[in-house]
């Protein structure tokens, strides 16, 4: 059975202390009651050493928000996969539309970061998805096919069973517009496809794929609903312990 996952992308937001204020509120809460599924936060490089002390791992992963495309050496600025790995933190997301957009990273970038993720012992959050403009000009699935094809179908079939996908149409993320659920259940089942076109049913049953894009305790039970998507993907609302479990609660 594929794993069930809702995962928190905090994005460039929380100083020190309100991430950690944050972690522990989500920690004692989820410790009390046990969420039904896997729950990840994924938080600026600066809180990973200080929540790793005390968040309970067995049922909150963490993750960063990106690594570098360089395994050590004078790159001023960036964190390397075992820098990450060091903090503690299990997970990291790559590839997501902010840093494909802003920051110009390619298909040969992400290949790269996803290699020394993995070397590394992480687990990625591989993310996905179309413009608006693309979509519609009804080009969504060969722009995420081409976007699996450019840095994470490279891999071998064990290497790839650690890749989560995140599919973020970019037209939904932060807008307040959200893919209906059967759009989004159309891309998800597209998407297992092509996973299984190239590795076989198995790892595509096995593979889990997260909807990311305006995601909020409202929509989430319509979205998980759907045989396709085993979680989300969430911005703004892991930014509030309450907001968070109510999108977690979706799977109760």
């Given at each position: 059975?594929?794993?069930?996952?809702?995962?928190?992308?905090?994005?460039?937001?929380?100083?020190?202390?309100?991430?950690?204020?944050?972690?522990?509120?989500?920690?004692?809460?989820?410790?009390?009651?046990?969420?039904?599924?896997?729950?990840?936060?994924?938080?600026?490089?600066?809180?990973?050493?200080?929540?790793?002390?005390?968040?309970n791992q067995d049922i909150i992963g963490l993750g960063a928000e990106n690594c570098a495309?360089?395994?050590?050496?004078?790159?001023?600025?960036?964190?390397?996969?075992?820098?990450?790995?060091?903090?503690?933190?299990?997970?990291?997301?790559?590839?997501?539309?902010?840093?494909?957009?802003?920051?110009?990273?390619?298909?040969?970038?992400?290949?790269?970061?996803?290699?020394?993720?993995?070397?590394?012992?992480?687990?990625?959050?591989?993310?996905?998805?179309?413009?608006?403009?693309?979509?519609?000009?009804?080009?969504?699935?060969?722009?995420?096919?081409?976007?699996?094809?450019?840095?994470?179908?490279?891999?071998?079939?064990?290497?790839?069973?650690?890749?989560?996908?995140?599919?973020?149409?970019?037209?939904?993320?932060?807008?307040?517009?959200?893919?209906?659920?059967?759009?989004?259940?159309?891309?998800h089942a597209y998407i297992r496809s092509i996973i299984a076109e190239k590795y076989g049913?198995?790892?595509?049953?096995?593979?889990?794929?997260?909807?990311?894009?305006?995601?909020?305790?409202?929509?989430?039970?319509?979205?998980?609903?759907?045989?396709?998507?085993?979680?989300?993907?969430?911005?703004?609302?892991?930014?509030?312990?309450?907001?968070?479990?109510?999108?977690?609660?979706?799977?109760?």
């Open positions: 059975m594929r794993k069930k996952i809702v995962a928190g992308n905090w994005k460039m937001n929380m100083n020190l202390q309100d991430g950690i204020a944050l972690a522990k509120e989500l920690n004692e809460t989820l410790n009390n009651e046990k969420p039904n599924c896997g729950v990840v936060i994924c938080t600026p490089f600066i809180h990973l050493a200080s929540i790793a002390q005390f968040l495309d360089k395994e050590k050496g004078a790159f001023t600025g960036e964190v390397s996969a075992e820098m990450v790995k060091s903090t503690g933190a299990q997970y990291v997301i790559l590839g997501h539309s902010e840093r494909r957009e802003y920051y110009k990273e390619t298909p040969e970038v992400l290949r790269e970061k996803v290699l020394l993720a993995l070397k590394n012992g992480l687990k990625v959050i591989f993310c996905i998805g179309e413009s608006l403009e693309e979509r519609e000009a009804n080009r969504q699935n060969e722009v995420v096919k081409a976007e699996l094809e450019g840095s994470v179908f490279n891999l071998s079939e064990e290497d790839f069973r650690k890749i989560v996908i995140a599919y973020e149409p970019i037209w939904a993320i932060g807008t307040g517009k959200t893919a209906t659920a059967e759009q989004a259940e159309e891309i049913q198995a790892v595509a049953d096995d593979t889990s794929i997260l909807y990311g894009g305006s995601c909020k305790a409202s929509n989430a039970p319509e979205l998980f609903a759907k045989p396709d998507i085993d979680g989300g993907l969430i911005g703004g609302a892991s930014l509030k312990a309450a907001d968070f479990k109510g999108i977690i609660d979706a799977w109760k």
